[in-house]
């Protein structure tokens, strides 16, 4: 079966883990972070901030996309976050 039609495992917000892949002085990457920290807030997930410019790795997969998120390791956006999709994306209401 495609990956694309396999149901994943429905966790529960709380049991997620949002990483935001950034810089220090990217204006974008501010505002992805307001709006992780009122999702995380909101329904319990977890978040992490790693800096693109601490890791070489993730410099060279993301630099061109940052800010980046992340969630449970997998990519789930870049540049602009979107509050309703995020929620979404944690299984949230």
């Known amino acids: 079966m495609s990956p694309l039609f396999r149901r994943t495992e429905n966790k529960k917000p709380a049991d997620r883990v949002v ?3 950034g810089k220090p ?3 974008l ?3 992805a972070q307001e709006v992780i ?3 995380c807030a909101d329904t319990g997930a977890a978040w992490e901030k790693k800096n693109i410019n601490d890791d070489a790795e ?3 997969k993301y630099w061109e996309q940052i800010p980046v998120v992340l969630v449970d390791g997998a990519q ?3 540049w602009r976050v979107d509050e309703g999709r ?3 994306a944690l ?3």
């Open 91 to 93: 299984g949230a209401k």
């Open 37 to 39: 920290e009122k999702v």
């Open 76 to 78: 789930h956006d870049f």
């Open 19 to 21: 990483t935001l892949v």
């Open 58 to 60: 993730l410099h060279s």
């Open 29 to 31: 990457c501010d505002a």
């Open 25 to 27: 002085g990217c204006h």
């Open 86 to 88: 995020l929620r979404k």
